[in-house]
């Protein structure tokens, strides 16, 4: 009797215990994916950074200094430990507290940025107006610090500063700092070549030829334009490295008739001539395909209309004709008229408002009136003045113009398409990472048939437990 306790005891501990973890699908932990991080960036590469665009753009290298260096290092792990949005302020009375200058007046800059895993490119974009430029741009700024410090969110902290004093020589080591004046030259990674602007054309476009050191940045600064611009321009994309020799397209703010050049494999199309014919030029990796897309014809009138066929290989600057000279363009819309613009007043006639510059006689010449007319319909002689604001009839009946008229089209039926509420990105000064679907959440998602097994196991472990339970009962009946 006492091993059918036990039995049943056993089969009822073991009947809890399968439940209990069933009954509440435990969590399966995200295996982290082994991504590779790029290399952090220091306060060295920030300060490198920053000179290679001064002496990019003509001005000498800013020098290291200890004291602002522990400033800046400062102020990045204030801005960390409170996860700050904002510059600290005052960062001239700041440095100078710290000793630099000695107590003579001083002049300071600083410059932040915060994100994760930023590159030193990410961070000059993000530094790449007037007010962030000024460490290059301005001439008088000597020495320079920088600090890096992680919030507990894992944002990055980046923090620039550069200072100078007022009616000071540049020197290696500033009154009132103690520490170690080394050579006393600026931190200047590799070769830098000073951007020299190129020399404009005609139509007010600079043609850039990249040099050793030179960055997108720098070559912004001075032509005083944005990196996004110039890769516009040039249809680079953000991801694009600059190569030594690189030839980059610059508009001037006199720039005019510029298109920018297409894409590797994009077709350019070209513009009818004076028949109406249409000829294209073939150019590197094109091919009949994509060019009868681009003009919206098909392969088949190509190759009929240049006697070749579809498996022809084409060759570079290969003339295709790809509209005959017999086809009629598009008319073109006449301008109205300025009678046929006029609208009528109140009392059903036309006026025309009297506007700074204007005399009867313009106004006369400007809607194809007779000037006695003019004079007539308004009771005026030559020698009227007229002032802005006058409202001078104009007896005239414009000419009717053109309403076009369109067939009705019976719309198709088409789907209705709910919309539903979906997640907006809102761009920011700092990377947001985004959590692609990957193995982990379709195995958490997997806990769906967890749930559709967990009723049938349920069920057969109570059979099971009631049917040894009954069999015990019986048992002691038996006994008794």
Not at 45 to 66: E, F, H, Q, T, Y
Not at 101 to 113: C, D, K, M, S, V
């Amino acid at each position: 009797m006492m091993k059918k306790k036990y039995l049943a005891l056993s089969v009822i501990l073991l009947l809890a215990l399968f439940l209990n973890p069933m009954a509440q699908p435990q969590p399966t932990e995200a295996k982290s994916s082994q991504r590779p991080q790029q290399q952090q960036v220091t306060a060295y590469d920030l300060i490198s950074a920053m000179n290679v665009l001064r002496m990019s753009i003509g001005n000498n290298g800013l020098i290291m200094d200890d004291t602002i260096n522990a400033v800046a290092q400062t102020t990045a792990q204030i801005m960390a430990d409170q996860n700050l949005s904002w510059h600290i302020g005052n960062v001239g009375g700041r440095i100078q507290a710290a000793g630099y200058g000695a107590g003579q007046r001083i002049f300071a800059t600083e410059n932040f940025a915060m994100g994760i895993n930023l590159s030193i490119d990410q961070i000059m974009v993000m530094w790449n107006d007037p007010d962030h430029m000024l460490p290059a741009t301005n001439p008088h700024y000597c020495h320079v610090g920088a600090g890096v410090a992680t919030a507990s969110n894992g944002f990055t902290y980046y923090v620039l500063q550069a200072a100078y004093i007022a009616g000071q020589p540049c020197e290696g080591r500033p009154p009132g700092n103690p520490g170690d004046p080394g050579t006393g030259q600026p931190v200047i990674p590799g070769v830098v070549t000073p951007v020299e602007l190129a020399e404009m054309d005609e139509n007010g476009i600079y043609t850039h030829l990249v040099m050793p050191g030179q960055s997108f940045w720098a070559i912004a600064v001075a032509y005083q334009v944005t990196i996004k611009d110039i890769l516009a321009w040039n249809n680079l994309t953000e991801s694009y490295k600059l190569q030594i020799g690189d030839k980059l397209i610059i508009l001037s703010p006199k720039a005019k008739a510029y298109v920018p050049p297409p894409k590797l494999g994009e077709v350019e199309v070209s513009s009818p001539a004076a028949d109406g014919s249409i000829t294209h030029v073939v150019k590197p990796y094109e091919n009949l395909s994509k060019i009868a897309e681009a003009y919206g014809v098909t392969v088949k009138r190509i190759t009929e209309l240049n006697g070749i066929k579809e498996t022809t290989p084409l060759g570079i600057g290969w003339e295709l004709l790809i509209v005959p000279s017999n086809h009629t363009p598009t008319p073109t819309e006449r301008p109205l008229t300025p009678i046929e613009m006029l609208t009528p007043a109140a009392d059903g006639k036309y006026y025309h408002i009297v506007r700074e510059g204007q005399n009867l006689n313009w106004i006369a010449d400007y809607y194809g009136v007779n000037l006695a007319d003019l004079l007539a319909w308004n009771n005026l002689k030559e020698t009227s003045v007229i002032y802005p604001g006058d409202k001078l009839l104009l007896n005239v009946t414009p000419p009717p113009t053109i309403t076009p008229t369109f067939t009705p089209v019976t719309p198709s039926p088409t789907a209705t398409i709910t919309p539903t509420a979906t997640n907006t990105l809102i761009p920011s000064a700092t990377p947001i990472q985004t959590l692609a679907e990957s193995s982990e959440v379709r195995e958490v998602n997997g806990t769906g048939v967890g749930k559709i097994l967990l009723p049938v196991f349920a069920g057969i472990a109570v059979i099971v437990a009631i049917t040894l339970f009954l069999r015990y009962r019986r048992g002691q009946k038996r006994e008794e």
